[in-house]
C-alpha cells in the first residue's frame, strides 16, 4: 500500500446524479392525501494527490 500526504490532496472533481424518490403520502381534509416526493443525490468526489 502506498500512504497519501494528505497536505497534497485536492478535489481534483464533484459530481451529483439523480438518485431515488422516496414517495410517500400526506393525509389531508376529507379523506384526501397528497403526495410527497423527496428526492435523492448521489454525490461523488474524486481526489488526486499534486505532484
Known amino acids: 500500500t502506498q ?3 494528505v497536505d497534497r490532496l ?3 472533481r464533484v459530481t451529483v ?4 424518490m422516496w414517495k410517500r403520502f400526506m393525509p389531508r ?3 384526501r392525501a397528497t ?3 423527496k ?3 448521489h454525490i461523488t ?3 488526486d494527490e499534486r505532484s
Open 3 to 5: 500512504s497519501v500526504d
Open 10 to 12: 485536492y478535489v481534483k
Open 17 to 20: 446524479d439523480e438518485g431515488g
Open 29 to 31: 381534509a376529507m379523506g
Open 35 to 37: 403526495r410527497i416526493r
Open 39 to 41: 428526492r435523492l443525490s
Open 45 to 47: 468526489v474524486v481526489v
